[in-house]
């Protein structure tokens, strides 16, 4: 099983920046896609964005396209969210994720096997 432990959260203005980071360690990097998720307090889990393995794909959800952009470096077996023009609407507590299942879909929190313990990222207004 991969460990996730996430890194980078904090407090930001509205319009403002910051940069997500998730290290993999325990297994095979490269085996696995990795996702980002949020959770605001009262509500479910959200998809956030995804990346393959070779990150020849990329996934995002309806409400950050065009804000946020995943990556990862296989060498340092990290995975990237780099969030701008942040809205009070993007705080939440944000989850890393891994799955080495092969899916039609990627933005299902179920299809994922490991789970890091989370980063809070409050955005003012």
């Known amino acids: 099983q991969v460990q996730l432990v996430e890194s980078g959260g904090g407090l930001v203005q509205a319009g403002g920046s910051l940069r997500l980071s998730c290290a993999a360690s325990?297994?095979?990097?490269?085996?696995?896609?990795m996702g980002w998720f949020r959770q605001a307090p009262g509500k479910e889990r959200e998809f956030v964005a995804a990346?393959?393995?070779?990150?020849?794909?990329?996934y995002y959800g309806i409400s950050v396209k065009g804000r946020f952009t995943i990556s990862r470096d296989n060498a340092k077996n990290t995975v990237y969210l780099q969030m701008n023009s942040l809205k009070p609407e993007d705080t939440a507590v944000y989850y890393c994720a891994a799955t080495n299942a092969i899916s039609t879909g990627y933005g299902v929190p179920s299809i994922y096997n490991a789970w890091g313990q989370g980063t809070q990222v409050t955005v003012s207004s």
């Open positions: 325990g297994r095979t990097f490269t085996a696995y896609v």
């Open positions: 990346v393959s393995r070779s990150s020849s794909s990329t």
